[in-house]
């Protein structure tokens, strides 16, 4: 089973940027979407953001435009570059596979302030 480590995250002011890093334990090449997900306090988690092995993306529709998805399989790693942050992007972030099935990491924190 693939393990998931999160990081980068922090304290920043809006309009602030942040590189989130996500490290697996083992090859993710063989997994054909993976995702960046978010749960802020009080409410479900989401996935903010996709990108399939051929490196296709989509996003949630609150962060189109200032985040950035990206793999690199040979680091087994997803990275998530967000621009423009908003307190509204408040939350942990976690990655995963779409679907989720892999266990979830312990996530990495993001806040922003006004």
């Known amino acids: 089973q693939v393990q998931l480590v999160e990081s980068g995250g922090g304290l920043v002011q809006a309009g602030g940027s942040l590189r989130l890093s996500c490290a697996a334990s083992r090859s993710i090449f063989s997994i054909n979407a993976m995702g960046w997900y978010r749960q802020a306090p009080g409410k479900q988690r989401e996935l903010v953001a996709r990108?399939?092995?051929?490196?296709?993306?989509n996003y949630a529709d609150s962060v189109k435009g200032r985040f950035t998805i990206s793999r690199d399989n040979a680091k087994k790693t997803v990275y998530l570059q967000m621009n423009s942050l908003k307190p509204e992007d408040t939350a942990v972030y976690y990655c995963?596979?779409?679907?989720?099935?892999?266990?979830w990491g312990q996530g990495t924190q993001v806040t922003v302030s006004s």
């Open positions: 990108i399939t092995s051929g490196s296709s993306t």
């Open positions: 995963n596979a779409i679907p989720s099935y892999i266990t």
